[in-house]
């Protein structure tokens, strides 16, 4: 027997077997979520996936996470459908992730979302606490935004668009490609390094420090035609935070200087302040 208790904000689903209750269900906001006895992190913007994917084919990839026995999925199928043919007009990676993929084959074919990659995995571990879920993800496995439940028309309109813009920068480049490419694109480059340590660079730079990038971007950086990343090394934390915030201001072509492993300040000169 399954009984269901609605309010203005939340939904819960109690099913009971026998006199006892075996399972229970929280759908808020749109999301249909398990309550487990620990609860589960959310996927956020900056983590990076926990699973092994190789995304490097595309600078920018669409994780959708999905339940066949998730109603407010099934209320999705058309605008995944749309998410899907948007991805591939736009040369951005899709994968689809859910729990067993024998028993996801035939909801996915039903929902016309069946040629696209699909991978199996743990949802949970995934931290995946609600479907069905989208992430934007990068070559590299960072998240740069996520979208949890079934959206509202707006919503899916807005995450259309954002999906829509191509992307013509790879996540790296070369230390000696920086010049040239600041100067005959326009690009503006923007060293995010330490504040407390002075440089001196071989190319012209906004300095602006990670921590103050979320209240500089939109002054110093709006309406720029692209971002050169100078991180130091462009595998840090703060150059995937910085990545975040960036794409948080609608400043998605973005890329960052690639300067190795063993020389992460192989262009870059330091003098005591």
């Not at 229970?24 to 979520?33: I, K, Q, T």
């Not at 999705?76 to 736009?90: G, K, W």
């Not at 813009?165 to 920086?178: F, H, S, Y």
């Not at 150059?239 to 072509?253: F, G, I, M, S, Y």
Request: hydrophobic share 40%; proline share 4%; glycine share 6%.
């Amino acid at each position: 027997m399954s009984i269901t208790f609605r309010s203005a904000t939340k939904e819960v689903l109690i099913t009971v077997i026998g006199g006892g209750v075996v399972y229970a269900a929280l759908m808020v906001g749109g999301r249909f979520m398990a309550r487990n006895p620990k609860p589960v992190d959310n996927l956020s913007d900056g983590d990076r996936l926990s699973i092994s994917l190789d995304l490097s084919q595309h600078q920018r990839n669409i994780i959708l996470a999905t339940r066949p026995d998730c109603p407010y999925c099934r209320a999705s199928a058309r605008f995944h459908q749309n998410l899907l043919a948007t991805a591939v007009d736009n040369n951005i990676g899709f994968v689809i992730a859910v729990n067993d993929k024998q028993s996801s084959a035939q909801y996915l074919q039903a929902s016309h979302l069946a040629g696209a990659h699909v991978v199996e995995t743990d949802l949970t571990k995934m931290k995946i606490a609600g479907t069905p879920t989208v992430a934007l993800v990068d070559s590299a496995g960072v998240v740069l935004r996520t979208w949890q439940g079934q959206l509202s028309p707006d919503q899916e309109d807005q995450l259309i668009q954002r999906v829509s813009r191509r992307d013509t920068l790879p996540r790296e480049i070369e230390a000696k490609d920086v010049p040239s490419m600041a100067e005959a694109r326009g690009f503006i480059v923007v060293d995010i390094t330490r504040r407390e340590v002075k440089h001196e660079l071989r190319w012209k730079a906004v300095v602006i420090p990670s921590d103050e990038m979320e209240a500089r971007a939109p002054i110093e950086l709006t309406g720029a035609r692209g971002v050169i990343l100078d991180c130091g090394h462009s595998f840090s934390l703060e150059c995937d935070a910085t990545r975040v915030v960036l794409e948080h201001q609608d400043l998605t072509n973005v890329t960052s200087v690639d300067r190795g492993k063993d020389e992460p300040g192989c262009d870059r000169k330091t003098q005591k302040k």
